[in-house]
């Protein structure tokens, strides 16, 4: 009676796990988790989201036939995507000289592409791993699977870890991770997280509270790593402004607006000569360096003689006597450290919008983009650090900062990180919030201040444990002061890198490959009952 009982309740239990998986219930669960995951992320910052999200995903995909996980997969990527990166539509329609029926179909299309990545690792889950026990399965291959696929999209065509799910926890308890493990770690973490409410949902009994101690026990380890100091403060702070001129994208390149973009910066920038470092930018002279070189040495030696800030400016730079050779650049121009001019050239360029990929087969979208300065050539990976005040800093140009395993490039050397962007393509969308975010992490996981000039916001200073000292307005010419606390030493990621966390994750998906290959019980004989 006993094992009849039993087995009824089992079967029960399943046939009502199986209607959840079948149709269009799993569709309308898939959606809904993946539209709300990117609330996790700023500026809605509901970051226990990125456990519930994944842990419904997870979920669905259970007990799934190969063909169910990847399509509930997929439509949890469309919700995620479609949300999360909408704002892509605003650089092609309002900047890119796109229609808008031809703005929703390229995005559509990018989003389309973006979905695949969870649809495959739910398919590929279930196709080639289901023999896992469920605490293998849930705990060991999901989250080395989710940040497995995190990285590739993450260098995939240049790379895209936008919405990277450890990037949504700039303000909790994981943050503690990144000085550590980098955004992959806290990443993992979150999967791991996720797995572990599934299989505590799943595996009742001890198991239950197992499960959820385990989470706890995660988050609380974490938060007590950000007690740790990672730095060290080295020499006086130092004075800073940044120019944000919020010249409007779609006028900022007519030849009649340089002149009055000029006027601006300069008039913004004389009531700071006494600053250290006085930052313009990406592009905010819409001028070549050679054209510009003669108005910037006397702005350089204004500066000195009315107390001696360092300027730095973004701006195109020909490099040679090869003109269709050009690079999207940071100069300083600065007379605190001497005369010398120094020069930064971008060295991780944006598909379409920086450089068009295979350009011979599909140079043409040039035409069809109209996007100003959109050949740009790439700039060498390793580049002499630009000084200021005698410090060393390590600088970004717009989408680099969201890639931490280039921002380390110059650690520990550099006790400052500065990146000037321009999110003016993006309007008022998501984008320029995920993006101050990502450059919080990048701060976390150096223990380094950043100062992030934009064109039109949000230009912010952040300390070295990725929090927001000071932040200008959106869409208003301002000026941004504050003071930055140069740093000294080496955090566990600055020396490391994502080596450490991408070991252990090929080293947990050997283990199930292994596990699946040795003769044993299903998930279901072994747990489920």
């Known amino acids: ?11 029960r239990t399943e046939v009502t796990h199986g209607c959840w998986h079948a149709g269009w219930r799993s569709v309308i669960l898939s959606v809904i988790a993946g539209t709300l995951l990117p609330l996790a992320f700023a500026p809605v910052n509901l970051f226990p989201l990125a456990v519930i999200s994944p842990a419904i995903l ?24 479609g949300v999360g990166v909408s704002w892509v539509s605003v650089s092609f329609y309002r900047f890119g000289g796109m229609g808008a029926w031809l703005s929703i179909i390229a995005t559509l299309l990018f989003v389309l592409f973006l979905a695949l990545f969870p649809a495959i690792l739910g398919w590929v889950s279930r196709r080639y791993f289901r023999r896992l026990t469920a605490s293998v399965y849930l705990l060991l291959f999901l989250p080395a699977g989710w940040v497995l696929f995190e990285w590739v999209r993450g260098w995939i065509l240049t790379g895209f870890p936008w919405l990277h799910l450890g990037n949504s926890q700039t303000d909790s308890p ?6 550590v493990l980098g955004v992959y770690g806290i990443s993992w973490t979150l999967a791991l997280s996720a797995g572990l409410v599934v299989w505590a949902w799943f595996v009742p009994g001890r198991n239950r509270v197992l499960g959820l101690a385990g989470v706890v026990g995660l988050w609380s380890l974490a938060g007590l790593l950000m007690l740790v100091d990672w730095s060290s403060n080295e020499g ?21 607006q340089r002149s009055p973009t000029i006027d601006l910066y300069t008039r913004l920038s004389r009531d700071r000569w006494d600053r250290d470092i006085v930052i313009w930018p990406e592009t905010a002279l819409p001028a070549y360096y050679h054209q510009a070189e003669t108005f910037l040495q006397g702005l350089a030696r204004e500066a000195k003689m009315n107390g001696g800030a360092t300027l730095i400016v973004g701006l195109p730079v020909i490099k040679g006597t090869d003109t269709s050779q050009y690079f999207n650049s940071v100069v300083r121009v600065g007379a605190g450290d001497g005369d010398s001019t120094q020069f930064y050239f971008k060295s991780h360029l944006v598909p379409f919008g920086e450089y068009i990929p295979l350009k011979s087969v599909l140079g043409g979208l040039l035409d069809i983009l109209q996007v100003p300065m959109a050949n740009f050539s790439r700039g060498m990976i390793n580049q002499p650090l630009l000084t200021v ?41 998501f ?3 995920q993006h101050l975010q990502m450059a919080r992490m990048r701060s976390m996981e150096t223990a380094r201040p950043m100062l992030r000039a934009t064109n039109n916001g949000i230009s912010a200073i952040i300390d070295h444990r990725g929090q927001v000292l000071a932040t200008s307005p959106q869409f208003e010419v301002a000026v941004l002061d504050g003071k930055v606390q140069p740093q000294a030493g080496a955090t566990p990621y600055v020396l490391a890198g994502n080596w450490p966390v991408l070991s252990v994750l090929f080293f947990a998906l050997g283990i199930c490959g292994w596990l699946v290959r040795r003769p044993h019980v299903s998930i279901h004989q072994a747990e489920v009952h």
């Open 1 to 11: 009676m006993k094992n009849t009982h039993g087995a009824t309740r089992a079967a």
């Open 58 to 81: 997870f979920w669905l995909w259970f007990d799934s036939v190969p063909r169910r996980a990847f399509i509930s997969g997929y439509w949890f990527g469309l919700g995620f995507f």
């Open 174 to 179: 994981l943050a503690g991770l990144a000085p």
């Open 236 to 256: 006086a702070p130092l004075t800073a402004s940044l120019i944000q001129g919020n010249v409007p994208q779609n006028l900022k390149w007519r030849p009649e």
């Open 389 to 429: 005040a005698g410090r060393s800093i390590g600088v970004s140009i717009c989408y680099e900062d969201v890639f931490g395993e280039e921002v380390i490039r110059g650690l520990p050397e550099a006790s400052l990180l500065v990146n000037v962007s321009n999110d003016a393509w993006f309007g008022d969308s």
């Open 431 to 433: 984008a320029p919030h």
